[in-house]
Nanobody
Framework: QVQLVEFGGGLVQAGGSLRLSCAAS????????MAWFRQAPGKERVFVAS????????YYADSVKGRFTFSRDNARNTVYLQMNSLKPEDTAVYYC?????????????????WGQGTQVTVSS
């Protein structure tokens, strides 16, 4: 069983930056594909970014491409989402997800484990 805990959410002004972290425990982290999803109030959860279990490929939603960077540190069992040039429309609860030997899928249904989420609020 894998446990995921997100850190780093908060309140930031438009144009600012935040770095989210997701720490994993209880599994072989290096074998897990990881992803970030987000859910804004009153809206469905949507894909943000993913990274393959091997770390050789990352994928981004068009809305964040060029602004967000997804990386992993297998030595620390942690993934990071560096978010730059934040916009008010980035406001949401951000969730970390994991799937063994995943290929960086964009569908939330493909992921087996989820964190509790961390709130990101971008003020205009």
């Amino acid at each position: 069983q894998v446990q995921l805990v997100e850190f780093g959410g908060g309140l930031v002004q438009a144009g600012g930056s935040l770095r989210l972290s997701c720490a994993a425990s209880g599994g072989t982290f290096s074998s897990y594909s990881m992803a970030w999803f987000r859910q804004a109030p009153g809206k469905e959860r949507v894909f943000v970014a993913s990274i393959t279990w091997s770390g050789d490929s990352t994928y981004y939603a068009d809305s964040v491409k060029g602004r967000f960077t997804f990386s992993r540190d297998n030595a620390r069992n942690t993934v990071y989402l560096q978010m730059n040039s934040l916009k008010p429309e980035d406001t949401a609860v951000y969730y970390c997800a994991a799937r063994a030997y995943g290929l960086g899928w964009r569908e939330g249904s493909k992921y087996d484990y989820w964190g509790q989420g961390t709130q990101v609020t971008v003020s205009s």
